[in-house]
């Protein structure tokens, strides 16, 4: 069975970082492209970043570049987002998520971990 478990989550003041691992079971980790979205209340998910099957590309939303770092481990069936420079902004939870080959949308979703940054 699929499972994708978000952690590193947690309370950090602006200007600090923080990284988010995403462990994955139940699917051939290689296989799949991977992706971080966060989500406030009352507002839409946001796509954050994503990263190809053996990480050769990566893609951010504009306004994490410069600041957000996403890689993989395939030994380890793990993602992670590596956050610097954190804004109150960045305030959500966050989400993993995995899509086939890379195709399409994503198909798998964990729980999400909460990133709350102070000012």
């Known amino acids: 069975q699929v499972q994708l478990v978000e952690s590193g989550g947690g309370l950090v003041q602006a200007g600090g970082s923080l990284r988010l691992s995403c462990a994955a079971s139940g699917l051939t980790f290689s296989r799949y492209g991977m992706g971080w979205f966060r989500q406030v209340p009352g507002k839409e998910r946001e796509f954050v970043a994503a990263i190809s099957l053996n990480g050769g590309r990566t893609e951010y939303t504009e306004s994490v570049k410069g600041r957000f770092t996403i890689s993989r481990d395939n030994a380890k069936n793990t993602v992670y987002l590596q956050m610097n420079s954190l804004k109150p902004e960045d305030t959500a939870v966050y989400y993993c998520?995995?899509?086939?080959?890379?195709?399409?949308?994503?198909?798998?979703w964990g729980q999400g971990t909460q990133v709350t940054v102070s000012s």
């Open positions: 998520a995995a899509r086939f080959i890379g195709l399409g949308e994503y198909t798998y």
